[in-house]
């Protein structure tokens, strides 16, 4: 299921979960969306089970494929070790006076770096460099901790990071790279040797490593290293937008009988969404037209005597930008019975 992520959430100032599924319930996933007041959901499944990512279609709110991760998985015990290639590499384990060295490495190596966060447009660049980093940090100085963070330096320019994981026998090769000037010269098969190598010698059985399906230079490294594909799994993001808010948010309650509660239900709820939301947008958006409505009809409010109707504004572009508004009505239960993301242009 679905779980808060303190970290993601911090990073990009959104209410993000993140959760791995076998299977695709559109309505357990809508549920946990709307029982949380998800901002962003990360959702993998393994990638047999893409036939089933048709499903979220039925949760009616944005969502999009974000990346392919495929993992590899090395043997350790019996790995014969490989000389490094670069016999002026050195490997050094980070520590707290490298932190700023580390910050620019993890920059210039991952600007412009696609994986599932850069596919999304909410996330600013600037912030998943920096969340990059920030995710480079945690692993200097917690050697005690499993955490390892080398740095690679040439002629003592550092040009590469390697940050790796130890749990019980098992290895993981987590955030690594090489300076685009330093590459093609051997010195991520070297940082690759000499993980393998380490933990090798610390008792691990098996090192693992993930990257996008587009990486093709990792991959390259890795089955020349000894390792095999172990698994594929797609990530997902939906962006549900049901928290944040660059505006104050506006709630109405209104009076289903003084709304005119003639017509289809769906009329009905049309009447009372556009006339909260453009007396909404007069306040707070003054001449921002509508371009593009997104509508999610989630229960009948037939029989009740009022709704409570809330406006947000989830997204801002600025000045040239659209405006993301969002109207959730919900019951008297407090249970959201219809969902209407709309982008405007300003006046
Ligand atoms: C991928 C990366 C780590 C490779 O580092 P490197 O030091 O250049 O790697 P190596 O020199 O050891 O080997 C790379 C191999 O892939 C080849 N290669 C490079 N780019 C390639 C591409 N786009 N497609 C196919 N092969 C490619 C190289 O020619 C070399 O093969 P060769 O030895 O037969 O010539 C580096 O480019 C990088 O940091 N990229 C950005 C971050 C990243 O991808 N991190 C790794 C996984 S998350």
């Not at 993000?16 to 599924?21: A, D, I, K």
């Not at 749990?167 to 098969?189: H, K």
């Not at 944040?244 to 969404?273: F, N």
Request: hydrophobic share 40%; net charge positive.
């Amino acid at each position: 299921m679905l779980e808060y992520s303190a970290l993601d959430s911090e990073r990009f100032g959104l209410r993000v979960f993140r959760g791995t599924f076998g299977t695709l319930d559109p309505d357990v996933l809508l549920g946990a969306l709307l029982a949380n007041d998800v901002d962003l959901a990360v959702v993998r499944i393994a990638a047999e089970n893409q036939y089933l990512l048709h499903r979220l279609d039925g949760i009616g709110l944005p969502w999009f494929a974000a990346d392919t991760l495929v993992w590899y998985e090395s043997p350790l015990t019996g790995l014969q070790s490989r000389p490094l290639r670069n016999e002026r590499l050195v490997l050094l384990l980070a520590g707290d006076s490298h932190l700023s060295v580390l910050d620019r490495l993890v920059a210039d190596i991952f600007r412009g770096y696609h994986n599932h966060y850069a596919s999304n447009p909410l996330l600013d660049s600037q912030m998943v460099v920096a969340a990059y980093q920030d995710w480079a940090r945690r692993y200097v100085g917690s050697e005690a901790r499993g955490r390892f963070c080398w740095l690679a330096l040439i002629d003592e320019q550092p040009v590469a990071l390697v940050t790796c994981e130890l749990a019980g026998s098992e290895a993981t090769i987590v955030l690594n790279g090489v300076l685009s000037g330093y590459a093609g010269r051997g010195i991520y098969t070297d940082m690759v040797r000499y993980v393998q190598r380490y933990f090798g010698n610390r008792g691990a059985t098996t090192l693992r490593v993930s990257t996008q399906l587009h990486n093709r230079a990792a991959q390259k490294v890795w089955l020349r290293e000894g390792f095999a594909f172990s698994r594929a799994q797609l990530t997902v993001h939906v962006n549900a937008l049901l928290d944040r808010s660059v505006r104050a948010k506006r709630q109405i309650d209104v009076r289903l009988a003084a709304s005119g509660s003639c017509g289809s239900e769906i009329h009905v709820l049309h009447r009372i969404v556009d006339q909260v939301q453009r007396q909404c947008w007069n306040v707070d958006y003054p001449g921002a037209r509508p371009h593009r409505f997104r509508c999610r009809l989630l229960g009948s409010l037939d029989g009740r005597d009022s709704c409570r109707v809330a406006v947000s504004y989830p997204c801002d572009g600025g000045p040239g930008g659209s405006i993301t508004s969002l109207v959730r009505v919900s019951d008297e239960q407090r249970q959201t019975r219809l969902l209407c993301y709309c982008e405007l242009d300003r006046g």
